[in-house]
T-cell receptor
Framework: NAGVTQTPKFRILKIGQSMTLQCAQD?????MYWYRQDPGMGLKLIYY???????DKGEVPNGYNVSRSTTEDFPLRLELAAPSQTSVYFC??????????????FGPGTRLTVL | QKEVEQDPGPLSVPEGAIVSLNCTYS??????FMWYRQYSRKGPELLMY????GNKEDGRFTAQVDKSSKYISLFIRDSQPSDSATYLC????????????????FGKGTKLSVIP
């Protein structure tokens, strides 16, 4: 059971380039999330998905796109990379169980630098 | 005023000390409170969660919620060098299903170093 996996671990992009950050989970979780973490700024939600085919914007969605064609995968697309997108990106997943709060399981992160 | 305030530290303590980490919040709808631990260059992992007010203990860790003051705390007893990490508080309101909402609001995190 690998949990949440993310690729790549590191990436350097030039301004204007595009890339896709991959995220996969093998826990059969319905809910998946993308966060960015800037130094000293905590975690900000970019997009989330409550199931295959269903996605919605979080707090900071501008400059990003997502898709969810399967339960397992939730890729994050950056179009026209900008220096402001330099950050560490975390993918997370969770299952919903009535009556208790939700445990989000995080991947190891992708460190992205845009120059 | 930000929804969740957390002192970023850094906080440095000697091994064996009692550590107190805190967050304040402004949204009275928050009912579910969590503490995540994040080691350097790793993803956060859930350490403890509590619902509503009160205390919860798990080994050396105690989570405390005071909803009247909108204040939550995490206490670490007999701190160890392996506790050195960044601790993030997180909270959510009640979701549509009646359980906690899946949308969490995180504090900025407090970096803790436990010195041997």
């Amino acid at each position: 059971n690998a949990g949440v996996t993310q690729t790549p671990k590191f990436r350097i992009l030039k301004i204007g380039q595009s890339m896709t950050l991959q995220c996969a989970q093998d826990m059969n979780h319905n809910y998946m999330y993308w966060y960015r973490q800037d130094p000293g700024m905590g975690l900000k939600l970019i997009y989330y998905s409550v199931g295959a085919g269903i996605t919605d914007k979080g707090e900071v969605p501008n400059g990003y796109n997502v898709s969810r064609s399967t339960t397992e995968d939730f890729p994050l697309r950056l179009e026209l990379a900008a220096p402001s997108q330099t950050s560490v990106y975390f993918c997370a997943s969770s299952s919903r169980r009535t009556g208790i709060t939700d445990t989000q399981y995080f991947g190891p992160g992708t460190r992205l630098t845009v120059l | 005023q930000k929804e969740v305030e957390q002192d970023p530290g850094p906080l440095s303590v000697p091994e064996g000390a009692i550590v107190s980490l805190n967050c304040t919040y402004s949204n009275s709808a928050f009912q579910y409170f969590m503490w995540y631990r994040q080691y350097s260059r790793k993803g956060p992992e859930l350490l403890m969660y509590t619902y509503s007010s009160g205390n919860k203990e798990d080994g050396r860790f105690t989570a405390q919620v005071d909803k009247s003051s909108k204040y939550i705390s995490l206490f670490i007893r007999d701190s160890q060098p392996s506790d050195s990490a960044t601790y993030l508080c997180a909270m959510s309101a009640r979701g549509d299903s009646g359980a906690g909402s899946y949308q969490l609001t995180f504090g900025k995190g407090t970096k803790l170093s436990v010195i041997p």
